[in-house]
């Protein structure tokens, strides 16, 4: 079955980088998205950063812009989140996740929703102390 594995969470200080990867499995179709969202405890999931496969269009939260550095490897079948200049509001689980489509919507707040993914990975701890 489909399956979505991340690894590279840790502890780094602030201003410190830190590099996440994302293993896909079982995808059949060389078509589909991969994006990073992230969940504070207590706060709504939050995405990241995107990148659609069939044209390598990339899309990054605000708060990342400039820090974070999403790409792909088709040929390992993995993404990876680059991230430098971290903070500690960069401090939540992440999340890979995977579907036909990034499905980009930014509300009211500044959230931003992968509102297509229908496939998650268990989730990296990123700590960014102070």
């Known amino acids: 079955e489909e399956e979505l594995v991340e690894y590279g969470g840790g502890l780094v200080q602030t201003g410190g980088s830190l590099r996440l990867s994302c293993v896909a499995s079982?995808?059949?179709?060389?078509?589909?998205?991969i994006g990073w969202v992230r969940q504070v405890p207590g706060k709504e999931r939050d995405g990241v950063a995107c990148?659609?496969?069939?044209?390598?269009?990339?899309d990054y939260h605000n708060s990342v812009k400039g820090r974070f550095t999403i790409s792909s490897d088709d040929l390992k079948n993995t993404v990876y989140l680059q991230m430098d200049s971290l903070k500690p509001e960069d401090t939540a689980v992440y999340y890979c996740?995977?579907?036909?489509?990034?499905?980009?919507?930014?509300?009211?707040?500044?959230?931003?929703?992968?509102?297509?993914?229908?496939?998650w990975g268990q989730g990296t701890q990123v700590t960014v102390s102070s």
């Open positions: 079982g995808f059949t179709s060389v078509d589909y998205a």
């Open positions: 996740v995977a579907g036909p489509d990034c499905g980009v919507y930014a509300d009211f707040t500044g959230r931003r929703y992968y509102h297509n993914m229908n496939r």
């Open positions: 990148i659609w496969r069939r044209d390598r269009s990339i």
